[in-house]
């Protein structure tokens, strides 16, 4: 992506667009997450997610971007806990702020339902995800030996005192347009 599209995209012109996920979105997901993981989640793991969402166990959402399916979110709640599940930004849409307006949602939401902390797992050698983890205030706690097709650890990250108004300061700094 060039410098300038870039500067379009992180100052609106392009602007992003996130709405709850849907069953009709699962085919442009279906092409990103393929794209996006070793061991990509199934329709199926998708649609059921989608369905625990409905009844408010889960948040999903997508971006987008001039109409275009370009990123996806979502996390899970466990007592006062909100444990990030997976979350993608198109091949052709990285790097442009895709994944930090889909994570500041998601913080968003968490600090709605009154959580007090956000976690997640991802792969040792995911540099570029724990680059933006960090970013969020993730800090890495533990480590998970050979999670990942019992062969790739994964580093447990937790970000805690997200409901206090230093973290809503650093989110609303991160990403303006999530604020709520
Ligand atoms: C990780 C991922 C979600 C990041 O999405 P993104 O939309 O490109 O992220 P952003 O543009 O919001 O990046 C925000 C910051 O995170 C860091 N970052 C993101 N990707 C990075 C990379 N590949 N290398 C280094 N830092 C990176 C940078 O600090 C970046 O800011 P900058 O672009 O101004 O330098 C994306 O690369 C992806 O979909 N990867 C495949 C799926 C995946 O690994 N998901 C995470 C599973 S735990």
Redesign the pocket.
């Known amino acids: 992506m060039s410098v300038i599209s870039?500067l379009l995209g992180r100052t609106g012109d392009a602007a992003i667009v996130i709405e709850p996920m849907r069953k009709r979105d699962v085919p442009a997901i279906m092409a990103?997450e393929q794209?996006?993981?070793p061991k990509p989640w199934t329709v199926g793991v998708f649609q059921s997610e989608i369905e625990m969402s409905r009844r408010g166990e889960r948040h999903y959402v997508v971006a987008r971007r001039d109409q275009k399916l370009?990123?996806y979110?979502g996390a899970m709640f466990v007592v006062g806990d909100a444990h990030?599940t997976?979350?993608?930004?198109?091949?052709d849409?990285?790097?442009?702020?895709?994944?930090?307006?889909?994570?500041a949602e998601l913080a968003w939401e968490a600090i709605r339902r009154d959580c007090q902390a956000l976690t997640?797992?991802?792969?040792s050698s995911?540099?570029?995800?724990?680059?933006?983890?960090?970013?969020f205030g993730f800090a890495p706690v533990g480590v998970r030996q050979k999670y990942y097709e019992n062969t790739e650890d994964a580093i447990v990250m937790w970000c805690h005192d997200i409901a206090e108004p230093p973290y809503r300061e650093r989110l609303a700094e991160l990403c303006p347009e999530a604020v709520r």
């Open positions: 870039r990103i794209v996006s993981y370009v990123g979110a990030v997976n979350i993608a930004a198109s091949p849409a990285r790097r442009s702020g895709v994944a930090t307006r889909l994570l997640l797992e991802v792969r995911n540099v570029g995800a724990q680059a933006l983890y960090r970013r």
